[in-house]
Every structure is written in structure tokens, then in C-alpha cells.
């Protein structure tokens, strides 16, 4: 009987099967930009917790205030379709890299290659955002902006 049914209306099949993978890519994308979402909030909670950065926050306090969000005055335009799921983006992200990872140049100023892997996962996670570095110095309690090379 379901044969007989398929024969006679072989454009149902069709059908079923378009709707099937149209929903297929819906979810895939929604599944990725929920992956987005979430590594951009590991990222900055690894950075809050970060002992090189110098807030000497506990993972589970880093974890809050990412929760909490940060105020909206530092807030832009989410990228792609994140606004979507309640993601706001940020107009400038500050990461630390330890001193050991660093550069100096000859006008005893610190710089970092455009091609450290943080620079560019933080450029990756967060291309809404002026990525700046810095670097903690845990000896004089004194931070050091650093400049990007590309």
C-alpha cells in the first residue's frame, strides 16, 4: 500500500527530501554560529583568568563576568548573524602575551608578529574588534602596550 501510495505521488518524495535538507543546513548553520558564540566566550574567559594578564581572577569569576557582560558603551555590531542569538560585539579586545613571547625594537619598544597564534585566533574570533596587546609584568605591578607587526 505505501508502494502504490509513493508511485502515484512521487512528488511528495521530492518534497521530503528537499525539506529534509533544507533543514539539515538550517541546523548545521545554527550549530556553528552557536560554536562561535561559545568560543569566543572561552576565549575571553581564559583571558580574564589568564595569569599574564594581570586581573588575578579565579576561572569561575572570569566565567561570571563574561555572563554578566561587559557594559555597553564597548559594545558594536555583532558579526555575521550572532546578534541573532544575543551576541554583541566588541569594538576592541585586549589580550596579554607574556613578556618571554615578545619582541623588542631598537626604539625599546615591545612588538608582537601579526602571526602569533593568539593575535590571530583573537583576530579570527573577534573581527569586529581592534585587537590590542599588552604585556603584564607581574615584578613592577605595570602593564606595557604592544605593538602588532603585520
Not at 126 to 150: G, L, T
Request: aromatic fraction near 10%; include cysteine.
Amino acid at each position: 500500500m505505501i508502494k502504490s501510495f509513493y508511485r502515484r505521488h512521487k512528488h511528495l518524495t521530492w518534497i521530503t527530501g528537499a525539506v529534509a535538507v533544507l533543514v539539515s543546513i538550517c541546523l548545521t548553520w545554527i550549530a556553528v554560529e552557536l560554536k562561535w558564540i561559545h568560543d569566543r566566550h572561552a576565549f575571553r574567559v581564559a583571558e580574564l583568568a589568564s595569569p599574564d594578564s594581570g586581573h588575578g581572577l579565579q576561572l569561575d569569576e572570569a566565567r561570571e563576568i563574561i555572563a554578566e557582560g561587559w557594559p555597553s558603551a564597548y559594545h558594536t555590531k555583532a558579526p555575521g548573524a550572532l546578534g541573532l542569538f544575543g551576541e554583541y560585539g566588541l569594538e576592541s579586545l585586549y589580550i596579554s602575551i607574556p613578556r618571554s613571547r615578545l619582541h623588542r625594537s631598537s626604539d625599546n619598544t615591545f612588538f608582537v608578529g601579526a602571526s602569533d597564534h593568539k593575535v590571530l585566533q583573537a583576530r579570527h574570533l573577534f573581527p569586529e574588534s581592534d585587537v590590542r596587546v599588552y604585556s603584564w609584568n607581574p615584578a613592577d605591578s605595570r602593564s606595557d602596550d604592544v605593538v602588532i607587526k603585520d
